[in-house]
């Protein structure tokens, strides 16, 4: 349930406040949302309703930011059950110094704001990349409906390869799993940031 109607589309982080770097909460160059509406995140009914190629491309321009601080280029976006932007953000393991600061762990705390009470019911979260079970965790205890992710993580995904926090049956709650949405935008993005590292 949200807490009132102006909810947020990117409510910042203490991290962002204290350091006066605040994430782009513009929606603009998604295809299908004008400058207006990504420029309004007033009340529910001004938000655009994104779909989650749309809401994909933005969680890939978040994931763009995230080398700039010297870390992994994810990007992840909560959408509510309407399909409304909630939160958006990037990792920040390497900015915060925080082992914990991942895209979409950061995205659920910044929704969770807007909620009354933790239950992120009916939302649904974007990621660039597989979630691993820490943010796979995360998931599940929020209550999440569902996650869509691009690209596969086989060494640490915790949503199909390694394993699937998701659907474990011993759980209190499952989370509808899709996977490859724009996966090779994303695959791309995470390959030219290890290639420059190695580079070094």
């Known amino acids: ?31 299908g949302v004008t400058g207006d509406e990504a420029a309004s995140p007033g009340p529910e009914a001004a938000r655009p309703v ?10 890939l321009a978040e994931a763009a930011l995230a080398p700039a601080h010297g870390d992994v280029p994810v990007g992840a976006v909560v959408l509510d059950a309407g399909g409304r932007v909630l939160a958006r953000r990037h990792n ?13 762990l950061l995205a659920l705390r ?13 939302a649904r979260v ?12 995360a998931l599940v205890a929020a209550r999440v409906a569902r996650v869509v992710y ?10 199909g390869s390694l394993m699937n926090l998701c659907s474990d049956p011993r759980l209190n709650h499952s989370v509808e799993v899709v996977s490859g949405v724009m996966g090779e935008e994303a695959s791309a993005q995470l390959r030219a940031f290890f290639a420059e590292r190695r580079s070094r």
């Open 1 to 31: 349930m949200l807490r009132d109607s102006t909810v947020v589309a990117k409510i910042p982080s203490e991290l962002g406040r204290r350091a006066g770097k605040v994430a782009p909460s513009s929606l603009d160059g998604v295809e």
């Open 50 to 59: 994104l779909s989650e190629s749309q809401a994909m491309e933005i969680a």
């Open 92 to 104: 920040e393991r390497e900015l915060a110094g925080d082992p914990t600061a991942h895209a979409e």
């Open 110 to 122: 910044d929704a969770s704001a807007g909620f009354v009470g933790w239950r992120l019911l009916g």
């Open 126 to 137: 974007v990621s660039t990349l597989e979630p691993c079970p820490m943010c796979a965790g």
């Open 150 to 159: 691009a690209a596969r993580d086989p060494k640490a995904g915790a949503c």
